[in-house]
C-alpha cells in the first residue's frame, strides 16, 4: 500500500539538524514516508539521513544543485498521494492533529491543490523583529491564497497533492529563489492554494538571524519585484547559512 504523505525534505551540509529533523516526524502515525534529497553534501548529512531517513536521494550532477532541482529529485522518488516539502530546519509539532487537519481541507475541498501554514520561529530563538516579520509575512500569504486566489508561498512548508504537482512539472529548477511561490502560483491556476491558519510550522530563523532582517527583507523586496517583472530571480545566487 503507498503511504498517503511523502515528505521530503531537501538538505545541503544539515548534518547539525537532519537528525533532529527526521525523528520528529517519527511519531506520525498517518501512512508516510520520509525522503531526504541532498545537494552533495560535505558533511556527514547523507550519512546520517540514511540511518533515519526511508530513502536518501544525492545529487550526482555538476553545478550546484538549486532548492527546486532537490524538491524535484525528491518528489520523483515519491509514492505519496499527497508531496510534502519541508526545509530542514523546520518543525512541525503534534504531528498527526497537524497532517489530520490538512488533510480535512483536502477532503473537504476537491479542487483544492496545496496549502500551506503560517510561521514562527522557535519560541526559545524568536525575536520580536522575527514575531513582526513572520507574523506579517503569514497574514500576506493568507490574504493572497485564502481572498484573492492568488498562489503565494515560502518554502518553509509546502503540502500538494501529487498529482497537480506532476501536471505542472514540479518546480522550476532555473530559479534559485521565489521557486517556492512560483510553484504555488502555477498551482493556483488550476485549483485552489490556501494558507490553513490552524497550522504553524517552526523554524529556527536562521538566515535572518545570520544576516540581518534589513538585508534579509531588502533581498527579498528585490526577487520579489524583480520576478514579477521579468519571470526569474535577481538573485544569481541563494547563500547557505549554517
Do not use: C
Not at 503565494?152 to 530559479?175: C, D, P, V, Y
Request: no cysteine.
Amino acid at each position: 500500500m503507498n503511504p498517503k504523505l511523502s515528505i521530503i525534505v531537501v538538505t545541503l551540509n544539515e548534518e547539525s539538524v537532519i537528525k533532529d529533523t527526521i525523528t520528529s516526524l517519527k511519531s506520525l502515525t498517518i501512512p508516510h514516508e520520509i525522503i531526504v534529497s541532498d545537494g552533495k553534501s560535505t558533511d556527514k548529512t547523507a550519512e546520517i539521513a540514511k540511518q533515519y531517513a526511508d530513502k536518501v536521494v544525492v545529487y550526482s550532477g555538476i553545478p550546484r544543485q538549486t532548492i527546486a532541482m532537490g524538491r524535484n529529485d525528491g518528489a520523483a522518488a515519491a509514492t505519496g498521494e499527497f508531496l510534502v516539502f519541508l526545509d530542514a530546519d523546520s518543525r512541525i509539532l503534534h504531528t498527526d492533529e497537524f497532517f489530520n487537519e490538512a488533510l480535512s481541507r483536502f477532503e473537504n475541498k476537491p479542487n483544492l491543490v496545496a496549502i500551506t501554514a503560517r510561521l514562527r520561529v522557535f519560541p526559545h530563538l524568536e525575536t520580536f523583529g522575527d514575531w513582526l516579520v513572520f507574523g506579517i509575512l503569514s497574514a500576506i500569504i493568507r490574504f493572497q491564497n485564502n481572498v484573492l486566489h492568488k498562489g503565494e508561498s515560502t518554502g518553509e512548508f509546502q503540502m500538494i497533492r501529487s498529482t497537480a504537482f506532476h501536471k505542472l512539472h514540479g518546480f522550476n529548477a532555473n530559479l534559485v529563489t521565489r521557486e517556492d511561490a512560483d510553484m504555488f502560483y502555477r498551482l493556483s491556476k488550476i485549483g485552489r492554494t490556501m494558507l490553513d491558519p490552524k497550522l504553524t510550522v517552526f523554524h529556527t530563523g536562521r538566515r535572518a538571524h545570520k544576516i540581518g532582517w534589513p538585508k534579509l527583507l531588502w533581498t527579498w523586496f528585490i526577487n520579489v519585484i524583480w520576478f514579477a517583472l521579468f519571470k526569474k530571480a535577481k538573485s544569481n545566487e541563494w547563500t547557505v547559512i549554517r
